[in-house]
């Protein structure tokens, strides 16, 4: 069983149906999505923090485990709750 939504899944039809095709400007739309990319992407700002030595062990550990920069996980769990896809969790005891 697959989890895409229905646009997904008729974009994969097409591919396995062979009803996809090359786009005529194939380097000009990559150029494009690149410079799209790069400036969502661009860190422009800097801010100080403060944080509990726990916490900032803790997160430095995550990113340890998950292999990329301690920065980059905070930023990237910043941008994900002011984007809206970070989620509240509850916990049930």
């Known amino acids: 069983m697959n989890n895409f939504d229905s646009e997904e899944q008729d974009i994969l039809d097409a591919f396995e149906a062979g009803r996809l095709q090359r786009s005529e400007n194939l380097e000009k739309e990559l150029e494009s999505h690149r410079a799209i990319a790069a400036a969502t992407f661009k860190k422009d700002a800097r801010i100080n923090i403060r944080l509990s030595s726990k ?20 930023s990237s769990i910043l941008h994900k709750f002011v984007d809206g896809q970070l989620v509240e969790k509850s916990i049930n005891k």
């Open 55 to 74: 916490d900032l062990r803790m997160l430095q550990a995550r990113a340890l485990k998950e292999g990329i920069p301690y920065q980059t996980l905070i």
